[in-house]
């Protein structure tokens, strides 16, 4: 925000996610091929959880209204950590909660931070280009999909 004062950085912090909690929920819609793809992997056997800086709540709101919370073994908000991504505690509590080493995890995302998040948290990473973080931001090397339903189809 480049607020410098403490006491109106959080007054923000305060108003932002009473906002967030009012419109969150029906402002969101789901990316074309999504839900079909997360059907689709977790018909494959795949578990698969949620890891974002956005607060739990909401986001178990958006899955319960898709018909989509059944296929998430886990969701980590926001809320939930002390310290946001890139560090990787949130994604720690996620494996933990699965029973699954990081090494047999790959993270998906769609940012620079998810990358730094992934490697932070010794994840493999691949990039989803649905987001507002180009091709180039990811660098050569990384693992980029042009939107989930590639990414399923790679994964086979």
Known sequence: TGIADDTQAGRFTTLFLEKADDVMV???VMLPGVSKTIYRLAERGYRMGIV???????IQAILHRDDLYRYF???VGGDDIRIPKPDPEGVGKALTAMGIAPESALYVGDSRTDAMTARNAGL?????LTG???RE????????????????DALG
């Open 26 to 28: 029906d402002m969101t």
């Open 132 to 134: 507002v973080t180009g």
């Open 52 to 58: 974002s800086t956005k607060r739990r709540r909401p």
């Open 73 to 75: 073994a886990v969701i």
């Open 124 to 128: 493999d990473f691949a990039a989803v």
């Open 137 to 152: 931001a990811f660098g050569d090397g990384a693992a980029m999909y042009g939107n989930l339903e590639e990414l399923a």
